[in-house]
């Protein structure tokens, strides 16, 4: 049996800004530990609590972003089924470093974001599933199995932690989840402090894989990045995660600097070839940029810090003058996987 979902136009609809950004703890009402009976309850992004009896021993988890998440727990090995999108050209190389399993194909893949095959999660005999919030009809599914499922929707950096520690404490890596969020927050402390000193913010047009007119406005996770690197998102009056421009309002707005979405198919130098570009700011100071590979810069886990010291480095040069990008993701790897990658 196969079951769908309706598409989620760019990169899974991440929906929400948050105007203040505050280090605090992590709102996860979620997290909680039954001494008695050791078992483990948290509350999903549907606001369902999901209890197991012990930590989870094998793991189907349908989303690769939270796939990088267990990895990063220690949980890699848990894991018994993925999406087929952890198998991808640009992505699976990272994998095939993590997990020998993933050099030889070995790790099965029921489904991923849109659909999910029951039948095959069944036969992993999976203690919980982890899934896309929005795969209704799955999560009913699987439920009626009594198969545990952990339904996630990132509309913030916040979400991110929030997932992170609640997967921490469903496979029992409740201590590591707190130093990956620990480190995570102090270094975006540190760069919150550089970038106060800024002297104003600059105009940013982010722009999407899908195409050159594809960008985010205020509620998404690009107009918060946008905002923590020091920059002003010139779509932020867009009540749009994901919308399509036309070119005459990019011309008016005319953005200090394009950031674009990795794409191995379009670079910067394909903006600036385009007679219809010539004309913006961005193009004629030759500040037209683009995030290095997907993986590295996922903003749907805790490597969006890279993405964020990437975006805030090329919009505002002079805070980060000394940072070598690839000596950096190194460092942030090591940190996140225990391994350089």
């Known amino acids: 049996m196969i079951l769908t979902a309706s598409r989620i136009g760019g990169c899974f609809l991440v929906i929400f800004f948050l105007t203040c950004w505050t280090w605090g703890a992590v709102p996860l ?9 050791k078992s483990i309850t948290v ?25 990088s998440g267990l990895y990063m727990l220690g949980a890699g090995e848990m894991v018994v089924g993925v999406s087929t999108s952890a198998y991808q050209d640009g992505t699976v190389q990272y994998y095939r470093k993590l997990d020998p399993r993933f050099r030889a194909g070995a790790i099965p893949t ?4 849109d659909f999910i095959n029951i039948e095959k ?8 599933v982890v899934i896309w919030s929005h795969q209704e009809e799955a999560i009913r599914a699987l439920e009626e199995h009594r198969i545990p499922v952990f339904a996630v929707f990132i509309k913030s950096f916040d979400d991110v932690f929030k ?10 890596c409740d201590e590591r989840a707190a130093a990956l969020i620990n480190y995570t927050k102090t270094e975006l402390r540190s760069l919150e402090e550089k970038i106060s000193c800024k002297i104003k913010p600059v105009s940013v047009y982010f722009m999407w894989a899908q195409g050159d007119l594809e960008t985010s406005g205020r509620p998404s996770t690009v107009q ?12 932020e009056s867009i009540d749009q995660e994901h919308v399509v421009v036309n070119i005459e ?15 191995p198919w379009r670079r910067p130098r394909d903006i600036a070839d385009n007679t219809v570009w010539k004309s913006v700011r961005a193009v004629r100071d030759s500040r037209v940029y683009q995030l290095p590979d997907i993986f ?27 940072m070598d990008p690839g000596a950096e993701r190194t460092r942030m790897f090591y940190e996140f996987y225990r391994t350089p990658l």
């Open 29 to 37: 009402q979620a997290q909680q530990v039954d001494i008695e009976a």
């Open 163 to 172: 997932e992170v520690n609640a997967l921490g404490a469903l496979t029992g």
């Open 224 to 235: 918060e990045l946008i905002a923590l690197a020091g920059g002003t998102n010139v779509a």
């Open 296 to 322: 590295s810069c996922d903003m749907w886990t805790l490597k969006f810090l890279y993405a964020l010291k990437l975006a805030a480095s090329l919009i505002h040069p002079e805070i980060l003058p000394d």
């Open 43 to 67: 509350t999903d992004f549907r606001g369902k609590s999901i209890t197991l009896e012990k930590p989870a021993s094998r793991i189907v988890c349908l989303i690769e972003s939270a796939l």
């Open 110 to 113: 029921p489904g991923n974001w």
């Open 249 to 263: 309002r990019i011309l008016k707005w005319n953005p200090e600097v394009i950031l674009m979405w990795p794409d």
């Open 121 to 128: 999660v069944m036969e992993l005999r999976p203690d919980l």
